[in-house]
């Protein structure tokens, strides 16, 4: 995916296979919850070392309790493998019927725009407006997809020197700042309704 490095996890190899295999990359966001954001980026790298592959069809179609089996191997890929199992599989097979194994296609089938590419990932199972907003960001501002109005599409996560999200996150320090970003946002959240009480 244009060459350019992701660092999320702090291990190379799952770094690396996050930057080449863009299937890898949407599988990392979809497990991006109730988990530590590096084991959630590294979820897809121990997948691929267990089960021998990341191809879309091979997972959509593997044997849903056998699949399972290989979330709870030490280290687990997810704190929730029965749900987050289904979900990778059920993602998986969406990958490979609608968009040929190709998740790549998602941004460049029909030269989409970036409101077009904000569509196609709000109806993957288990992207959500905020999801599919941060994995555009990411795009776009990590892996280069300059297309017409991603960072419309996607505010305020495309937002140029922000630390709101995965999507800024090159360095430890950019990391400390996205978590310091999300523990401010989290405290506002829960003074708002003390302070309308």
Known sequence: MEGMMLHLTGDL??????????????????????????????????????????????IAEYDADAFVEIFRLTPAVHRYPGSMAARTQTL???????????????????????????????????????KAKIFLAVLGKRLGVEV???????????????????ADIVDPESLARVRETKRAVKAAAKQAPAATS
């Open 13 to 58: 190899a799952a770094d690396t296979l996050l930057s080449d295999d863009p299937f890898a990359l949407l599988l990392g966001m979809l497990l991006d919850q109730q988990i530590a954001m590096e084991t959630a980026f590294a979820g897809p790298a121990k997948i691929k070392e267990r089960l021998g592959t990341l191809d879309p069809a091979a």
């Open 148 to 166: 017409a109005g991603w960072r419309e599409a996607c505010a305020p996560y495309g937002e140029e020197g922000s630390y709101r999200s995965v």
């Open 92 to 130: 998986a097979g969406v990958i490979a019927a609608d968009w040929d194994g190709d998740a790549s296609a998602l941004w460049t089938r029909g030269d989409p725009d970036g409101a077009e590419i904000l569509k196609r990932l709000k109806k993957l199972p288990g992207f959500g407006e905020q």
